[in-house]
């Protein structure tokens, strides 16, 4: 790995670090790291220790799924392939199921402009707004049906599927994404129409001049409408506009990588994502 590179993936470390600690304490398995959420929100994952003498080890991955079950949060681990490329077979003996998901970095400085896209508007989340805590519900919502029916594909779940999988924020959770929206460390985006409400959602988490785009989707009868384009180059903008160096984020396939190069997303290597495989009966 020449130095650009290293130095590239060693941005993406400090900030895969960063990001969970506002809101997680830190455990250390071996050669693992385990972020623990305190209080409500999505759980964290474990990853690979930066300051680690010796890769993640079999034991190292035992301890922490233990850990995992004892505080009842997911038996999740993330890490860059090209960073710990001895943790993906360590993964796969220990009976996880690893997602090779293409990692992408924003190779352009100008971005296309969403309406030339998709013919449906998208805007921006003001945390100031009378309807920001109806719309971060929509955001949510509309991310909840579109990852329960991933990938690029139309289906059937619309409008319906996203009313009922609305539901009312906590105080803390509106109060935390009002607070890292005004500060600038998170952006939140909806895509939608006065008739149709919001078909697609995303968002992007940013540390210093680092950030990442994620959260992307689309209700599944919406798709192929250009909007998972839309939704992501409105980000990149305005993380752009706001002077962020390295825009990067981890496409679920190859597929829905081919969204994020119209935008002009490169793919620089693989994010692992692994859980548990799933039980066959």
């Known amino acids: 790995m020449d130095h650009a590179h290293r130095d590239l993936f060693d941005r993406l470390e400090r900030f895969y670090?960063?990001?969970?600690?506002?809101?997680?304490?830190?455990?250390?398995?071996?050669?693992?790291v385990l972020?623990?959420?305190?209080?409500?929100?999505?759980?964290?994952?474990?990853?690979?220790?930066?300051?680690a003498a010796a890769p993640p080890s079999l034991a190292d991955v035992a301890a922490v799924r233990e850990r995992q079950r004892e505080l009842g949060v997911p038996e999740a681990f993330e890490w860059v392939h090209e960073t710990?490329?001895?943790?993906?077979?360590?993964?796969?003996?220990?009976?996880?199921?690893?997602?090779?998901?293409?990692?992408?970095?924003?190779?352009?400085?100008e971005v296309p402009d969403p309406a030339q896209l998709s013919d449906v508007p998208v805007r921006v989340l003001?945390?100031?707004?009378?309807?920001?805590?109806?719309?971060?519900?929509?955001?949510?919502?509309?991310?909840?049906?579109?990852?329960?029916?991933?990938?690029?594909?139309?289906?059937?779940?619309?409008a319906a599927e996203r009313d009922a999988a609305v539901t009312e924020l906590e105080v803390a959770a509106l109060d935390e994404e009002r607070a890292r929206i005004a500060d600038g460390r998170r952006l939140s985006v909806l895509a939608g129409t006065p008739a149709d409400g919001a078909l697609?959602?995303?968002?992007?988490?940013?540390?210093?001049?680092?950030?990442?785009?994620?959260?992307?989707?689309?209700?599944?009868?919406?798709?192929?409408?250009g909007l998972g384009a839309a939704v992501t180059a409105a980000l990149a903008r305005?993380?752009?506009a706001a002077g962020t160096d390295l825009v990067f984020l981890s496409a679920g396939s190859e597929?829905?990588?081919?969204?994020?190069?119209?935008v002009g997303f490169r793919r620089i290597g693989t994010a692992c994502i692994a859980e548990p495989a799933p039980v066959i009966a």
């Open 84 to 109: 710990t490329p001895e943790l993906l077979p360590v993964a796969r003996s220990a009976g996880l199921s690893v997602l090779e998901a293409p990692l992408m970095v924003l190779d352009r400085d």
């Open 35 to 51: 972020f623990v959420r305190e209080g409500s929100g999505f759980p964290y994952y474990a990853r690979p220790r930066r300051d």
């Open 200 to 225: 697609a959602s995303g968002m992007a988490m940013r540390v210093d001049d680092v950030a990442e785009i994620a959260g992307v989707g689309t209700l599944p009868a919406a798709r192929r409408r």
């Open 126 to 158: 003001d945390p100031d707004a009378p309807d920001f805590a109806a719309a971060v519900a929509a955001r949510r919502a509309v991310a909840a049906v579109a990852f329960a029916a991933a990938g690029t594909a139309r289906g059937d779940a619309g």
């Open 17 to 32: 670090d960063a990001v969970p600690r506002d809101a997680a304490r830190v455990e250390e398995h071996g050669g693992l």
């Open 238 to 240: 305005e993380l752009r």
């Open 255 to 262: 597929d829905i990588a081919r969204v994020y190069l119209r």
